[in-house]
């Protein structure tokens, strides 16, 4: 295990406007409740959150520039290096640490550690064992913690081949999801087992990928698309047919929950 530090040590303010987050390529809904989290977890002075294969900080980067502590976990050390020189241009490098490990190994990469938040965005469905992934983040969360895992939905695969008139690609995807493809279900089962309590699932792009984009162009089109998202994520049947899935799962603060 290697940990690279950045050493510059500016300190801008952040923002979390609309326009900013949207400017960053991060959903302004998930860019709100990761907000809200780390408001909530800032009693004890600043907030400490683990990024698990962040890889080049699109969201530790953000996230330092709110005043979060951030370590990224991630097995490329060139993404690491790219997160290092983002730290370093935004100023946060002070509050950045990289650590080249395995996700599924977090024991043995931050064998001390303990956070308030911890992150796995776009990773679980890509690891060949998602569920041990799940218990090692839920062990290196302190009591009260959370967890944000965000994974793809193979509905919206199906839904996206058919839209663009695949129909042969859409009944492939179909088939691979229904054998092998990881789910809301499993990422639910795995976080209880784990010892996490589910607290909400929303869904993440439910309409932007709908919306032509020589519309999304328009003025005040993306600000009020983010709001349709934000008024539905929790709602079925939108959230089911959402690019991504977004589930909040909390460490008891006590064994027995």
């Known amino acids: 295990m290697s940990v690279l530090v950045a050493t510059d040590s500016h300190d801008p303010a952040g923002s979390s406007s609309i326009d ?52 990224v976990v991630d ?5 690491l290096a790219t997160l290092l020189r983002r730290s370093a241009e935004a100023g946060v490098s002070d509050r950045v640490t990289a650590v080249q490990g395995d996700v599924e190994a977090l024991s043995d990469a931050l064998p001390t550690a303990e956070y308030d938040l911890v992150l796995a965005h776009g990773l679980l ?60 279900t499993a990422a639910t089962s795995q976080s209880i087992a784990a010892g996490l309590i589910v607290e909400s699932v929303e869904g993440v792009g439910m309409f932007t990928d709908l919306v032509p984009g020589i519309q999304l162009d328009r003025p005040g089109v993306m600000r009020a698309l983010a709001e349709l998202e934000a008024a539905a994520a929790s709602t079925s049947p939108y959230r089911d047919i959402a690019g991504r899935l977004h589930l909040v799962a909390r460490r008891p603060m006590t064994a027995s929950g």
Do not use: K, M
Request: charged fraction near 15%; hydrophobic fraction near 50%.
């Open 20 to 71: 900013r987050v949207i400017a960053r390529g991060i959903a302004p809904l998930l860019w709100s409740r990761l907000l809200r989290i780390c408001h909530e977890q800032t009693s004890n002075g600043p907030v400490t959150v683990l990024d698990c294969g962040g890889g080049s900080g699109s969201l530790a980067v953000p996230l330092a520039g709110q005043g979060a502590l951030v370590t």
């Open 75 to 79: 097995l490329s050390i060139d993404a």
């Open 125 to 184: 469905e890509n690891l060949p064992n998602p569920a041990e992934a799940i218990a090692q983040i839920a062990a290196v969360l302190r009591p009260g913690g959370v967890a944000s895992l965000v994974i793809a939905n193979p509905v919206a695969a199906v839904l996206g081949r058919l839209l663009a008139g695949d129909v042969a690609a859409a009944l492939d995807n179909f088939h691979r999801s229904a054998a092998t493809g990881y789910d809301l």
